[in-house]
């Protein structure tokens, strides 16, 4: 016989036992009772199978739900997005004649709810593929990042203007004290003396540091960013509402930067920040990076400047 479950087996016993002594010898030396004894022995069949548990569910329910009732509690919760109970059960009461329990209807509608359909997934956004910059300078991705609270020791607020080149993730960083169009267009002159390539194209998020593409009142104005870029003949690009990860790669930047550098120090002053901010940034360039087959900005950089115009 195949191996039994402990419950199995023990019923095995008392069964076998029976069969050689009386019930109630059987009943003692077990410390069961006379009529579990009795049930074994008569379901008992010489195999495992008639030893299993049957259901102890009732073979009538007279005071079961009707389809009826069942029909109504579906169409009430339905209605209140089987969320608010106890609306449903006020009207199955007052309008559909309903005489149940209010803990009776919990249970039926607990019940009906798992029974429900499930929602329909919505399908996963299909992104398109997203094509990488074919030199340095064609693209700059540009955003601003608050330095962290807990690396600044005098209390006040600064920011850090990030840009990063899309083809070799060339990046240049530079602290301010206020996030505005003029701080801007002052980062984005020292880019352009820093940068080892001629800038293409500038590409940012719709903050009112950059433009004012969505206030109302001045939508049309040009700010001293924008009017900067028109100056120097370069291509501006906003990237579209809410999708930050069209910046991806200046947002991931700043996470790196965070981890790498603001974690690591302690700033006493605007001038003390852009200190230690350039010590990093001499460094930065020069770390390996996977998305570049384990190369680095400036390597990258070296590599296109012979075709470079």
């Given amino acids: 016989?195949?191996?039994?479950?402990?419950?199995?087996?023990?019923?095995?016993?008392?069964?076998?036992?029976?069969?050689?002594?009386?019930v109630t010898e059987t009943a003692i030396r077990y410390k069961v009772s006379r009529k579990t004894v009795y049930k074994w022995l008569s379901r008992y069949d010489g195999t495992a199978s008639s030893l299993e548990d049957r259901s102890h569910r009732p073979k009538t329910s007279p005071r079961s739900h009707t389809e009826q009732e069942l029909r109504?509690?579906?169409?009430?919760?339905?209605?209140?997005?089987?969320?608010?109970?106890l609306l449903a059960y006020q009207e199955l009461v007052e309008i559909d004649g309903y005489t149940r329990s209010y803990g009776g209807f919990k249970r039926i509608a607990a019940r009906l709810k798992d029974l429900k359909p499930p929602k329909k997934k919505k399908k996963k956004r299909k992104l398109k593929p997203y094509r990488r910059a074919d030199y340095p300078g064609q693209k700059i991705q540009i955003d601003v990042?608050?330095?962290?609270?807990?690396?600044?020791?005098d209390g006040r607020k600064y920011y850090q203007y990030t840009a990063v080149d899309e083809c070799s993730r060339w990046t240049y960083r530079e602290l301010y004290d206020e996030h505005s169009t003029y701080s801007s267009r002052?980062?984005?002159?020292?880019?352009?003396?820093?940068?080892p390539f001629p800038v293409r194209e500038v590409q940012t998020d719709n903050g009112t540091e950059f433009t004012n593409r969505l206030l109302v009142i001045k939508s049309k104005h040009l700010t001293l960013f924008e009017k900067a870029l028109e100056e120097l003949g370069i291509v501006y690009h906003r990237i579209q509402i809410a999708t930050p990860r069209h910046n991806g790669k200046v947002e991931r930047q700043h996470r790196t930067d965070e981890a790498r550098f603001y974690k690591q120090m302690r700033m006493y002053s605007l001038e003390d920040?852009?200190?230690?901010?350039?010590?990093?940034?001499?460094?930065?360039?020069?770390y390996i990076k996977t998305c570049l087959g384990m190369k680095s900005p400036n390597t990258i950089v070296k590599m296109y400047q012979g075709v470079m115009f």
Avoid: T
């Fill in 186 to 195: 002052d980062f984005l002159e020292k880019l352009i003396r820093h940068a």
């Fill in 1 to 22: 016989m195949s191996s039994l479950s402990h419950p199995k087996y023990q019923r095995q016993r008392i069964v076998k036992y029976a069969q050689k002594h009386s």
């Fill in 273 to 286: 920040g852009r200190k230690q901010l350039e010590v990093y940034q001499r460094r930065s360039n020069n």
């Fill in 72 to 85: 109504q509690i579906r169409r009430r919760l339905k209605k209140y997005k089987w969320s608010d109970l």
């Fill in 145 to 153: 990042k608050y330095v962290p609270s807990y690396c600044i020791a």
